[in-house]
């Protein structure tokens, strides 16, 4: 029985194969790795008698370095993405600035107050139910407010 020799053609089949998966795959990964696999191929071409052993190295190391550099490359951090709507998940963000009337009493600091059909729980200093309040910011799911 004869071994079945790796051509160059199969690391480029491979590589492009797991390229393609990326459409699938979030967080760019799989592409790096199809990367080392074109490498890899190209390096086959170049020296056709390269042990399989090696391809293996240069594989695993182009796609490991590919990956890190990806992630340690200025492109991918966060800070270089812009929005124009900044808080679209974490709708509570919406709501600062805004006037709402208190259903419940803020006693020791805390109370409630009606947004739409929701009652939220509100922080601030103590007022009567009925009081007007502007909302100044958002912990956690708890709307920091001050009177109106």
């Known amino acids: 029985m004869e071994s079945m020799q790796i051509e160059f053609w199969h690391w480029l089949i491979f590589g492009f194969l797991l390229m393609a998966l990326e459409v699938f795959a979030p967080a760019m ?3 790096w790795f199809g990367f080392g ?3 890899a191929g190209g390096a086959l071409w170049l020296l056709p008698s390269l042990a399989f052993g090696w391809q293996i190295i240069i594989f695993g190391l182009v796609s490991l370095v590919s990956v890190f550099g990806w992630r340690k490359s200025r492109f991918f951090r ?8 900044p808080d679209l998940n974490n709708r509570l963000h ?3 600035g805004k006037e709402y009337t208190l259903t419940e009493a803020i006693i020791n600091g805390r109370g409630s107050m009606r947004v739409g059909d929701t ?3 509100v922080r601030g200093a103590d007022l ?3 009081t007007r309040v502007r909302v100044t910011g958002v912990d956690g799911v708890i709307f920091m407010v001050e009177k109106a």
Not at 78 to 85: D, F, G, H, K, P
């Open 29 to 31: 990964v799989v592409m």
């Open 37 to 39: 696999a074109i490498i």
């Open 78 to 85: 966060e800070e270089n993405v812009t929005s124009y709507t």
């Open 128 to 130: 009567p139910a009925g």
């Open 94 to 96: 919406s709501h600062i």
């Open 119 to 121: 009652a939220w729980r």
